[in-house]
């Protein structure tokens, strides 16, 4: 599988009862595939996870396919704390009829590199699907080091791996030693970085409530080789990667955001909270609205 574009991590709307909003679900799939975007990835960080039941996750995956009806690949988070339980999900993403996996190491248990190659070797027999690797060491507690890819990376369904330590120098390590995994952007203040590094897709959460700007950004980068036009549209992106990135509160901004645009999202799930600070808010808003503008500006020049 070629992954090409900008593949958003899908928010999950709850009710005010913090039951999933499958409605709002709906509306918030197809807004995404109208606004371009190139694929979706249900059951990542962004959905939350870690904070639904198995019925739940096992049900998104099956109604987010019959939404999606082939409009777009759908690629399904099967991650799970208790690692036994993932080449579960990845049986069940299957069935759904999930096109690729998304795949990191299991928090909290700090498997050696050897154990995770054979996690991740398993669900990949389990599922016999593409999998993208995730490498994510901020939320997970390890790296997927160099130990970790010589395994995996010739492996033929190990196709991709989503780099989110924010450590420039894995993305050197990446594209020059193992060029046979597809670079995906996971570091939204690196976006620019990873495309001059021969990046082809980027998984944002930022489409979850401002797809235009990120679908220009790669095809300005990613198909038009125009850096100069990146750069103008990465900089009006900026503000909110820095939120994103070191706020502390990143889903809750991403759902705050989201509301500010009239998009479903709900509230967060325990134990997070939502974000009410007024001026916390007032400057989320005012951000999302410059960063708005500005990238209209800089997508209607010539």
Sequence with gaps: MQFEGIYPPVMTPFNSDLTVDWDGFARLLDFLIEQGVHGLILGGTTGEFYAMTREERIEQFKRGKEIIAGRLPMIAGVNALNAAECPDYARAARDAGADALLVAAPPYSQPTQEELAAHCLKIEAASGLPIMLYNYPGRVGMEMEEAFLDL?????????IKEASGDINRVHLLANNYPNLQLSIGAEDQALEFFAWGARSWVSPIPNFLPMPVVKLYEACALERDFQKGRRLMETLMPITTILERSGKYLQSIKA??????????????????????????????????????????IGAR
């Design 257 to 298: 955001a989201a509301r500010f645009f009239d998009l479903p999202a709900g509230p967060v799930r325990p134990p997070l909270q939502d974000l009410e600070d007024e001026k916390a808010l007032a400057d989320l808003h005012q951000v999302l609205d410059t960063a708005q503008k500005s990238a209209a500006e800089v």
């Design 152 to 160: 995996v990376a010739d492996h033929k369904n190990i196709v991709a």
